[in-house]
DNA sequence: GTCTATATAATGATAGAC
DNA sequence: GTCTATCATTATATAGAC
């Protein structure tokens, strides 16, 4: 595998994770991915066999990207709850992409979870690396007993409202609910 | 168009209906449904010309659907707040099914939103219906000027917890979560 | 590594016998 | 109203030339 060839595949998987997000797994075919790219559907193969394998990729990749992203967040931000903070901030920074495509971890459960895909469980990998960052982050502002509690319901407001937002294509709502969220958090 | 065949449409749809909200909309075929229903998919084509037809009727049936239960649950509870407590309930009552599918509403909204498809305002017009009653009962208790900021409040807390919960398989968050929002209902 | 076929199955959809 | 047969298209996937 030289640098041409992992830089194709990464071409690959990042195409895919977008295709994902934005028409949904099931209704992204290799064609798709492929015209997206800019190969032909036929080279395709020599990097993935099935579908399966690409979203295996998309998943991996997801995931390491969550991980880097809440590294950098540890970096930046000291202080557990500036911490929390910046987690609901994401809704304010992504508005656009929430208000086409909604959340590209709760949708792509969400679907795989009808699906009753396999890697269904590999999807809920990327809630439980925020679960578990956000946990830390209330028990560093004292809610150690909370913490799972609490965790939870976050990543569950912040869903709500990246679901109500991209029904309503109302980018509104969302930095009303994003002001309050950052107003429970300050007054816990 | 005799009983006979009122009848076997309404089954076609009610099957859809089911399918929509279990495999979601992609990812049903006609198959699937004459399967379901139980009639060879050619007389399905007597019914329904096109997928998009069978579509319009399961968001026809689930809006009237809708309408018939909020004015059962006039009749039921004459008090705004009960009703609003009525309102969140809905998670209790259907939580195996939101463990195995999530929300019926939020899902399909979803879906149909990624794949910019024709009839997601009519998918839509679900929130509204339940957003409308809502707000008439957050005015009931007094919060006239807040109703509209409410009731989508409301409704994006229970996407959320539909949501996590189903990711999670995890009907213990739910019933946390609805006595958190019964409590927050209550010191309104 | 990349391309052009091509195999195979499933999809949405139609025609027409009964 | 119901069925069988069939069509056109698209999908995933493979074989093999270059």
Redesign the pocket.
């Known amino acids: 595998?030289?640098?041409?060839?992992?830089t194709?595949?990464q071409r690959i998987v990042q195409a895919a994770d977008d295709l994902f997000y934005q028409k949904g797994y099931?209704?992204?075919?290799?064609?798709?991915?492929?015209e997206a790219v800019?190969?032909?559907?036929?080279?395709?193969?020599?990097?993935?066999?099935?579908?399966?394998?690409?979203l295996v990729a998309v998943l991996q990749k997801r995931r390491d990207d969550i991980r880097a992203m809440l590294d950098e967040w540890d970096k930046e931000y000291p202080e557990p709850r500036a911490r929390l903070k910046r987690y609901i901030l994401i809704l304010v920074k992504s508005q656009s992409e929430i208000e086409n495509f909604g959340c590209p971890v709760g949708s792509l459960c969400t679907e795989l979870n009808k699906l009753r895909h396999a890697l269904h469980g590999e999807a809920t990998e990327m809630f439980e690396i925020f679960r578990l960052w956000l946990e830390k982050q209330f028990a560093g502002i004292g809610h150690k007993k909370d913490a799972h509690k609490l965790a939870l319901r976050l990543m569950a407001r912040c869903q709500g409202v990246s679901l109500i937002t991209s029904a309503y294509s109302d980018v509104d709502f969302l930095h009303r609910e994003v002001e309050e969220l950052q107003q429970w958090i300050e007054g816990l």
């Open positions: 595998m030289g640098e041409k060839g992992e194709n595949r099931e209704a992204t075919s290799f064609s798709d991915i492929a800019g190969i032909a559907r036929g080279n395709f193969y020599y990097y993935f066999k099935t579908k399966n394998d690409i």
